[in-house]
């Protein structure tokens, strides 16, 4: 049966490019060093379609975390501002902040974690820098 005139009308209130922004997995990478943030970024763009964000230092990760809600975040250990710690506590306690799916830290040290102490503290994951793409991908996805 076919109706020319139907009982209602359908709006779509987005486009269809915002919805396919709106389905890309929303990743925050926290890292003062800029030839991290761009290897992360060339490594992310290599992987797929992302809508990734930087901030530079702790601050302005924490206010990122709050206004974007990322669904993944890349969070160097030591950091201006705000370190690494600084944030994973926000994380844990700041109500304006929803917990991430997978929290990552990053650190040019020795990882100063057991398996016991990352739940305690909400990393998922820990990634050594240098890193290659292979360990990017598998600190994220796997």
């Known amino acids: 049966m076919h109706c020319d005139n139907p009982p209602f009308a359908i709006q779509a209130d987005y486009s269809v490019e915002q919805l396919n922004e ?41 206010e990122g975390l709050k206004t974007l809600s990322p669904d993944l975040v890349l969070v160097d250990l030591v950091l201006p501002t705000v370190g690494g710690m600084g944030i994973l506590e926000a994380i844990r306690k700041d109500p304006d ?18 398996e016991e102490h990352m739940d305690d503290v909400g990393i998922d994951k820990i990634l050594s820098k240098p890193f290659k793409l292979e360990q990017l991908k598998s600190a994220l996805f796997d």
């Open 22 to 62: 709106q389905a890309k997995t929303r990743i925050l990478v926290i890292d003062d060093e800029e030839s991290i943030r761009y290897a992360v970024d060339a490594g992310l763009d290599f992987l797929g379609d992302y809508d990734v964000h930087f901030a530079e230092d702790g601050a302005k990760g924490i």
């Open 97 to 114: 902040i929803n917990r991430p799916d997978r929290v990552v830290l990053m650190t040019g040290h020795s990882n100063p974690f057991d």
